[in-house]
């Protein structure tokens, strides 16, 4: 595992997972594209996401908790932490079988705020494909129900989503970043 990509298995309950799976399910909400990306990757990312806050929910608790341990394993954010933090919305994303964001990327952009960290937490287990590839750090996540990554924004951690051959993809996902949020 690459020193800048924290793992943390099984952070987040199943029992949680099934709920976010259903909270994005029942909601009228979801949208298929996002205002920061460049339209040229539109025809890239084929998932559909719904908005979502994390205050007040088990798994922002956890994805707070697990912050705590980056922040001791790099310092550095630590000292830096009064002028980043999470962002006010992250997304739950699905992709149907064959659906990827297959375009390998990074958090940083043009667009406000400046990202620091990204986030994502697999909400279902897929048994082929389905994963997460950092190509520069020679390092491909399986896609288990639960599991927690937080990595770099910058372009050092570029990465892309795997496609799924047979089944339907749940992940959660965001950011911290500097800026103002409201």
Not at 107 to 134: A, D, F, S
Not at 169 to 182: D, E, H, M, S, V
Request: positive net charge; contains cysteine; aromatic residues 14%.
């Amino acid at each position: 595992m690459d020193k800048f990509i924290l793992q943390r298995n099984k952070a987040v309950s199943q029992n949680e997972c099934n709920r976010l799976i259903t909270l994005y399910e029942n909601s009228p909400n979801k949208f298929s594209k996002h205002k920061y990306m460049d339209p040229k990757e539109y025809k890239q990312y084929t998932g559909v996401s719904l908005n979502v806050r994390p205050v007040n929910h088990e798994w922002g608790k956890v994805l707070q908790a697990s912050l705590e341990i980056y922040k001791k394993q790099h310092v550095y954010l630590a000292k830096k932490d009064a002028l980043w933090r999470l962002e006010q919305y992250c997304n739950i994303q699905k992709y149907e079988p064959g659906q990827a964001f297959a375009n390998e990327h990074c958090e940083q952009g043009l667009h406000e705020p400046y990202r620091v960290l990204g986030w994502m937490v697999y909400l279902n287990t897929i048994k082929e494909g389905g994963g997460t590839c950092w190509p520069q750090q020679n390092l491909t996540a399986k896609a288990i129900a639960g599991d927690l990554y937080i990595w770099p924004a910058a372009w050092t951690h570029s990465h892309y989503g795997i496609k799924t051959s047979k089944e339907i993809k749940y992940i959660l996902t965001g950011w911290y970043a500097y800026g103002q949020f409201n």
